[in-house]
């Protein structure tokens, strides 16, 4: 598990060595390109979000990547949210607000986005096709 203070540059550090690992398990570039949206994305949310910039919060990252899949499990130390409630991107109304496009893109790309109950944990999962 890697622990990162709640700033963006501390996250694409992170980020790297996550996607060091994805290479040395040859994954396409299609799947690279989705775990490195969705891993953004997540981060930036529990930094953004989750975390509110606070210096005095941090972030887990846990991963495990072999040569079937990636898992990718990301908490925060906000108080949480309902993804349900989250307003569907793609509305009309919605188009021009800037929340909800980070879980549309990470439930697009990654096989499998689930959040728990609190709303301040999110895992992933790629597989290798």
């Known amino acids: ?18 996607l060091d690992e994805v290479a040395d398990h040859s994954y396409s570039q299609a799947a690279t390109f989705a775990i490195k949206l969705a891993l953004e994305e997540g981060l930036n949310n529990a930094i953004r979000h989750g975390n509110g910039f606070d210096p005095n ?33 793609t509305m009309d109304e919605n188009l021009e607000k800037p929340c ?5 893109l990470m439930r697009a790309y990654m096989d499998d986005v689930r959040f728990n109950e609190t709303g301040n944990e999110v895992r992933m999962v790629k597989n290798n096709t």
């Open 100 to 104: 909800g496009r980070g879980i549309m």
């Open 57 to 89: 919060k941090t972030v887990e990252l846990a991963y495990e990547v072999d040569d079937l899949h990636t898992v990718i499990v990301i908490r925060d130390q906000g108080s949480g949210f309902n993804p349900d409630r989250v307003p569907d991107p």
């Open 1 to 18: 598990m890697i622990v990162i203070s709640s700033d963006l540059q501390s996250a694409r550090d992170a980020e790297q060595r996550l």
